[in-house]
């Protein structure tokens, strides 16, 4: 099972305390550092010194760091004109050299929308569909050829289709909990399905939902990866585990039931129920990115478990 750092930035972080922690991630050992993409801070948190690009951030990572892949779970959709978000990765995976993965979502946090002047449509799901199409359509283009795309929301006309990534295929994710058009798009497009923030029961249904859909339009269910996303508290006895919880504004018994979080032991064996009904790779949503400590205890005593 992989392990990757999932980062929320938009906390409150410094594109310097991303790179240390990036940093860290290659390091210790980890596959990948992903961070989400928001413009305001969730919760009672003041998320000084403010927000940072997504894929500004992984531009810089991409030129500092040798061995992780980067990524984001979710690049919002209502953020970028897909023709624009296609030439932006590519980019970013030219400067990688082939590390990038791109996870995709509709968007939903409307406040961020208010906030920074950004259209909110309410058809968000149906424009994500349509980028979806362009962005995997603009990479799939030979070199020399052109790509045309007459779409009710967006329409392109004789693109060149450069520049085109360092690898043959970015890996495209596509996760969330619906139950119907999400399993769709994600047999159709993704390499990934991610689950966020699900329990065992929950995961293995949708995970079940995803096979489904792609057996149906004939691809093996096999094809795609199954991944969680899950917030990370460990500490090496329970004083730890407490201390890192308070630190982040969470009780211990909910984190334990929603996340992974515990003794080294406690957390390998739920990892191990996870990947008992198919989850192939964990995110581990790390809230507090001063805590190295952190990445160094679940390093030593987590992955080095884990087969």
């Known amino acids: 099972m992989d392990l990757r750092i999932f980062t929320e930035p938009q906390q409150g972080a410094t594109y310097d305390t991303l790179l240390t922690v990036a940093k860290a991630t290659e390091d210790l050992g980890f596959d990948a550092f992903f961070r989400s993409d928001h413009y305001l801070r969730m919760g009672s948190v003041d998320g000084l010194p403010g927000p940072t690009d997504a894929w500004i951030t992984l ?33 970013v995976d030219q400067m990688s050299g082939g590390r990038v993965e791109l996870g995709l979502g509709a968007g939903w946090f409307e406040e961020e929308h208010k906030a920074y002047g950004i259209p909110f449509p309410k058809e968000k799901f149906a424009r994500l569909e349509e980028q979806l199409a362009i962005v995997t359509g603009l990479w799939a283009t030979e070199v020399g050829g052109s790509f045309s795309y007459d779409g009710t929301y967006y329409q392109l006309t004789d693109s ?31 390499d990934e399905f991610n689950m966020p923030f699900g329990s065992i029961e929950d995961s293995e249904r949708q995970f079940g939902r995803v096979r489904a ?26 004083s730890e585990v ?49 805590d190295l400590g952190h990445l160094e205890l679940i390093s030593s005593q987590v992955m080095s478990q884990l087969s």
């Open 160 to 190: 060149p289709a450069l520049p085109k990534p360092a690898q043959a295929k970015v890996p495209v994710l596509i996760g969330g909990h619906g139950a119907t058009r999400t399993p769709r798009l994600a047999a159709q497009y993704a």
């Open 59 to 91: 531009a810089g990572l991409a030129r500092e760091t040798k061995r992780i892949r980067l990524g984001t779970l979710m690049t919002a959709g209502t953020f970028r004109l897909p023709g624009v978000l296609a030439i932006q990765v590519a980019q």
């Open 213 to 238: 859909a792609a057996e149906a339009i004939g691809r093996k269910g096999s094809d795609l990866v199954y991944s969680n996303a899950l917030v990370v508290c460990v500490g090496k006895d329970d």
């Open 242 to 290: 407490a201390r890192r919880a308070a630190a982040i504004g969470r009780e211990v018994d909910e984190l334990k039931a929603n996340g992974l979080a515990g003794s080294p032991a406690e957390v390998v064996d739920k990892l191990g129920r996870y990947a008992a009904i198919g989850s192939q790779r964990i995110y581990l949503q790390v809230l507090d990115l001063d």
